[in-house]
């Protein structure tokens, strides 16, 4: 049972535009969340967290927002960059938990 | 700070035959985390470890896998006797308690054939 879901396994945006990776969740006990980056061959890097007690958290380029009626995560990068092009996975962990679960992951490309 | 470190980055193996994965956590690192990934899908925790104490290894098939983590610092992950199914990268994480994020290795991918 997939509890964190990334229904877009790819995306493609132009340099210097807003790229949105989205998603959803479906128990309403997670309350951490974070989103990864992932370069072929290697491990994933953390990006950015959101704790449930807010809807919006901006680290530089990048911002992910929480829609905790709609059990929805968004990230935003703005402005793309051709670095970027990685696999985009989000995570989530409820407050009676220890472990992440993991979203299928997006594969973002930032096209020059 | 070093990084997470796993070996090899790479194994083929047959099926029924045994593999088995290093990892080293980044220094002081309490909680130490095997994942499983399978090409397409997102990381499935297999064992989480809190010092070496097993916290949560509910998916772990242990009829066939087994973990240890000895003095609580480096941690082995293996499989006997491999099936093609358990071709994945398998990833090895670790973070200074269980409520912050982890930092991930490189993984090692492995290939049974």
């Known amino acids: 049972d997939q509890q964190v879901k990334q229904n877009s396994p790819s995306l493609s945006v132009q340099e210097g535009r807003i790229s949105i990776l989205n998603c959803d969740y479906t128990n309403s006990m997670f309350d951490y969340f974070l989103w990864y980056k992932k370069y072929p061959a290697e491990g994933p890097t953390f990006l950015i967290s959101i704790s449930s007690i807010k809807d919006k958290n901006e680290d530089g380029r990048f911002t992910v927002f929480l829609n905790k009626s709609a059990k929805h995560l968004s990230l935003h990068i703005v402005p793309s960059q051709p670095g970027d092009s990685a696999v985009y996975f989000c995570?989530?962990?409820?407050?009676?938990?220890?472990?992440?679960?993991f979203g299928t992951g997006t594969s973002l490309t930032v096209i020059p | 700070e070093a990084g997470v470190a796993q070996s090899p980055r790479y194994k083929i193996i047959e099926k029924r035959q045994s593999v088995a994965f290093w990892c080293n956590p980044i220094s002081g690192h309490a909680t130490l985390y095997w994942y499983q990934q399978i090409l397409g899908q997102g990381p499935k925790l297999l064992i989480q470890f809190q010092n070496n104490g097993v916290v949560d290894d509910s998916q772990l098939p242990k009829d066939r896998f087994s973990a240890e983590r000895l003095k609580g610092v480096d941690s082995t992950l293996k499989i006997q006797p491999a099936k093609l199914e358990d071709s994945a990268v398998y990833l090895c994480a670790s973070s200074p308690d269980i409520n912050y994020g982890y930092t991930f290795g490189s993984g090692t991918r492995l290939t049974v054939v």
């Open positions: 995570a989530a962990r409820s407050n009676t938990g220890n472990q992440f679960y």
